[in-house]
């Protein structure tokens, strides 16, 4: 996703504006919540902790943070407060264990992260990454420093926008790096509809950065996303939704925008890294792996780690 959203990137990499750092543990999934990473207050020593998303002050989860697309970020801060602050190694203690908190921002080693592909953010020069304490989901947990492990739940991260009440506008993007030009050779894409008629094709668009080419006339790429329990209509303007043609459930079914119905051929659930038909087994897909403007988006059966099918949600974000 990124249209009008003035969002900086390279290599692939994704310059997020302020927003939500959620954790993709499932067991906020399973309860049926969003889990953040939030302050108690706005002061040195503030404790790093996990809290329900919807329902914190606004203020107390909304950072300003690097997000890695298809490669991982530079060392960077991780700001709250108007940038005032920064997330913070607490004593510079590098020790598995070691509590986070927040600190005036002031450019040091204490305050340098990396956003990996795996959903990861490691502390800069170390190995050692944001966890979960103990994959606790009440209230208050402080966040802490762990061995960095891709495969821990409790250390992937994503983010949303601020608060994420699937109101929109937002961006699907994604885009397997094959078959790219030279000229947009690491670019991200976005989902668009080819047009707002029931019928137009679902396709891989521009994102509106770039040196990517137009897109076809009247493509739009903003959609309003379902929230927690993340299962709903993915929307679009005039009241059409992404849709799957006649409910077929085959491999390479394109897929479509369609008046709201509210039935299942529209219900798609947003996963950590991935979208899903519901029930089905299916996920979203680049057709033949080709990122090119006008490539169908089709379902396929979901297959783990597969560049084809990996999306991220983000909201439309103006210049700050």
């Known amino acids: 996703m990124i249209s009008a959203s003035i969002v900086a990137l390279s290599a692939f990499v994704l310059s997020a504006s302020a927003g939500q750092i959620q954790s993709r543990s ?12 939030a302050v108690p207050e706005n002061a040195d020593g503030a404790p790093v902790e996990i809290h ?3 329902t914190e002050d606004l203020k107390l989860q909304d950072w300003n943070a ?14 709250i407060f108007g940038g005032s602050k920064c997330l913070d190694v607490t004593g510079g203690v590098n020790k598995a264990g070691t509590k986070l908190q927040t600190w005036s921002c002031s450019g040091g080693p204490n305050q340098k992260w990396i956003n990996n592909l795996d959903g990861t953010f490691q502390w800069a020069g170390s190995n050692l990454c944001i966890d979960l304490t103990d994959g606790k989901i009440n209230d208050g947990n402080q966040l802490q420093l762990w061995t960095c492990d891709g495969g821990n739940q409790n250390q992937k991260w994503g983010n949303a926008p601020n608060p994420d009440n699937g109101g929109g506008p937002q961006i699907i993007l994604g885009g397997n790096t094959n078959n790219q030009t030279d000229d947009v050779k690491g670019q991200p894409f976005c989902i668009g509809a080819s047009s707002n008629t029931d019928g137009a094709a679902v396709i891989l668009a521009g994102c509106g950065i770039g040196n990517q080419g137009p897109n076809p006339s009247g493509t739009n790429f903003t959609w309003s996303i379902p929230f927690a329990p993340l299962t709903g209509q993915i929307r679009t303007f005039d009241n059409k939704c992404l849709d799957v043609p006649n409910g077929n459930k085959a491999d390479g079914v394109k897929l479509q925008i369609w008046t709201c119905s509210g039935g299942p051929n529209q219900q798609f659930h947003i996963d950590q890294d991935s979208i899903s038909w519901t029930g089905n087994g299916k996920v979203l897909d680049i057709s033949n792996g080709i990122s ?3 490539t169908p988006i089709q379902l396929w059966t979901a297959f783990p780690g ?15």
């Open 66 to 79: 690097t997000f890695a697309i298809r490669g991982a970020t530079s060392p960077s801060p991780i700001t």
């Open 52 to 54: 329900n998303c919807n």
């Open 26 to 37: 499932p067991s906020f999934w399973n309860a049926g919540i969003q889990g953040c990473v």
């Open 292 to 294: 090119a403007i006008g």
């Open 306 to 320: 597969s560049l084809n099918q990996r999306w991220q949600i983000d909201p439309v974000q103006g210049p700050r």
